[in-house]
């Protein structure tokens, strides 16, 4: 069965950093390209970061030189450094791969100022 969990949300101060993890199980890893979105209240859900099979990685302006997207295909997981928190940061994360069909549950993010 194809399934992905998100995990590593919480509640942090402005300034501080959080890492975020995502578990696939059911797919050949290596072979997929992974993003994470986020979706903030009352807004639509918007692309933060990706990283391809080969490494390469590209982000949103307005979390490029704060975040930091990598991946382990020896643990099919990819995985979200954020530092430097904002409250505009706040927001469900979501990770996604061309082989998923639905949205798993998400991991919160609440950056308090």
């Known amino acids: 069965q194809v399934q992905v969990m998100e995990s590593g949300g919480g509640l942090v101060q402005a300034g501080g950093s959080l890492r975020l993890s995502c578990a696939t199980s059911?797919?050949?890893?290596?072979?997929?390209?992974m993003q994470w979105y986020r979706q903030a209240p009352g807004k639509q859900r918007e692309l933060v970061a990706e990283i391809t099979t080969g490494g390469s990685t590209n982000y949103a302006d307005s979390v490029k030189g704060r975040f930091t997207i990598s991946r382990d295909n020896a643990k099919s997981s990819v995985y979200l450094q954020m530092n430097s928190l904002k409250p505009e940061d706040t927001a469900v994360y979501y990770c996604?791969?061309?082989?998923?069909?639905?949205w798993g549950k998400g991991t919160l993010v609440t950056v308090s100022s």
């Open positions: 059911g797919i050949i890893f290596s072979i997929y390209g």
């Open positions: 996604w791969g061309s082989f998923l069909r639905n």
